[in-house]
């Protein structure tokens, strides 16, 4: 098998050359591996190696598909955060992390397993996955294939800059505010976040359970097909009714009509200030295109206090800083120290303590709320079309705290004074939102949302689009991005960092 056969499909592709024994796990693995090497020098967006373990597992693969997985052999990688894998480092992209090897598998972890993936690194991320870009101290920015210049995003950067690079076909991520759909934006690449409670979550009990597990991938199919994987369908059928890889079509079948779909179409900036020309090009086309794909495109206004909103968020955001940072012992058995953490990190965690706690009863209020007026908007419409991100990916190192933020960090975490605490906060929030504010929402709301990869810019970086749907309805949204994907094909687009190899 050479290299240029592994890029020309996907997860199930794959699985279907060993299931068939055109290809086997050793060659795939090797074919991973090989890419791996050859690009992560330029991007670093793998951050732990575990080669010789896979090797192992793949040239021991017995040849009996049903007994391997359904995607026995399939290369994958793991995000460095919140999904323990016994026996491998979890950094979490903190130094106080740093020598942290959990001794069992996560949930997520032990059906990635099951299903026959094949780990054999973790992914970049940014420190506890603070910042919507990936640019942790310990081990350096993770670079966007399109553009090496430029992010990949986050907090799933390095599982997005993997996939885009060519190393796998999909990879582990997670959401918990957006950490799946903007670096699946950022890299032109597909990515759902599932509703709350759809996949066993991997990390800690949070406030508000922003959180959910899945994948970044380059195929709607495939992100499909492991949400059944795992999710409670593994004992079905591929492609069953009732299923999400049947909502999406049989491989290989054509994608049909489906349903006429009523669409609110949402220019909002959400909790940002404003969207880019970039971003409202990249929405108006998509809605465009479901136009003339037969679906009804309506223009809405959400109506929702977006500043109320980000303070819950941020509140419910800091006690999470709180946990992992402050009773940092509870997870590593050892005693945080603040050279430990970046200082931005360090703040938040102090934010938590000092205000998050105590806000923490009116920000589970309003999350409580709004939810309320999603639902009721998604019971009048059965999908909802916005921005994924306020504009194109930023250059790397253009959102890092300043000097003076920094100084205002040290200074608000040895004097907790509350009105110096509240205008860091707002300040750091507003140059993280201005850009990556429009995905949010859907963590605080529970509600599944993906972004699709159907724009790019006259620099050649791309935009997505996201969409949003009733909570427990994926397969609206899956059954929509085939559609679009059939419509204006993505898959075989390749950043030049890809073509060059």
Known sequence: MQSDDYLARDAIGLADLVRRGEASPRELIDIAIARAEAVNPAINAIVLKDYDAARKRASAWNGDAGAAGALAGVPYLIKDLGAPVAGLRMSLGSRHYRHYVPKEDAPIVTLSKAAGLNIFGKTNTPE???????????FGPCRNPWNLDHTPGGSSGGAAAAVAAGIVPMAHASDGGGSIRIPASCCGLFGLKPSRGRVTSATLPTPGELGVDHVI??????????????????D???GAPGTFLGAVGLPGAPVESGKRLHIAFVADPMFAEALSSDARDAIDDAAQLAATLGHTIEPVSLGLDFPLLREAFLMLWSVVAEEFVLNAANISGQKPHRDEFEIATWAMAHIGRRLGRRGLAD??????????TLTDLLNRYDVLLCATLAGAPLKIGERQPTQFERVQMRAVT???????MRKLLTEVSNKAFAWAGCTELFN???????SVP???????????????????????LLALAAQL???RPWFDKRPPLVRAR
Do not use: H
Request: hydrophobic residues 40%.
């Open 454 to 476: 159907l724009f790019w810019n006259a620099r050649g970086l791309p935009i997505g689009v996201q969409f949003a749907a009733r909570e427990g309805g994926e397969a609206t």
């Open 485 to 487: 994907e059939q419509a």
């Open 444 to 450: 605080l709301t529970g509600q599944p949302a993906m």
């Open 217 to 234: 991938s380059r195929s709607v199919r495939d992100s499909a097909y492991l949400l059944d994987l795992t999710s409670g369908n593994a």
């Open 414 to 420: 040895a004097m907790p004074v509350e009105a110096l």
């Open 128 to 138: 506890l996955g603070q910042m919507p870009f990936t640019e942790p101290e310990l």
């Open 363 to 372: 920000a589970l209020e309003e999350q409580r709320r709004v939810t309320t």
């Open 236 to 238: 079905r059928p591929p």
